[in-house]
């Protein structure tokens, strides 16, 4: 058998280490080197590796693992207390990208509304979901 510390003891330690986890995240941060560069060379692996998850439904194993109700739990203890933040720490970013959609946008040439809905979809909305498709590109 192995011996290991016990769930409580494992469960302090994780406890304890809360207050210290933050500057060593930041630290391990700032040692990383050319991360994108690095997941890009790696492409092939993740695309084996997610093919791998959707064979072996590993991803479908995890999500059975909870529930609709914990996820909501969650999302609304944790996430809702931690999405300001985000958005207030990102506003620069949120400039730069919505100012190129805004631009893609407003450089579409649109045909006039009329009587025909099915029309004005395909002369109004599709335009700008192609210029906006491409711009993904």
Known sequence: MVKT?????????????????????KVGVQGADSVIEKAIEAESLYAQRVQQAISSGARVKGLQKTSTAEWKSRAMSKGASRIATGMSESKDKFQRGMSSVLSVIEGVSIAPRTADPMA???????????ALAALKR
């Open 5 to 25: 510390k016990g769930i409580a003891q494992t469960q302090k330690n994780w406890e304890g280490a809360i207050g210290s986890v933050p500057e060593k995240y």
């Open 120 to 130: 004005n979809v395909d002369n109004r909305v599709k335009p700008i979901v192609a």
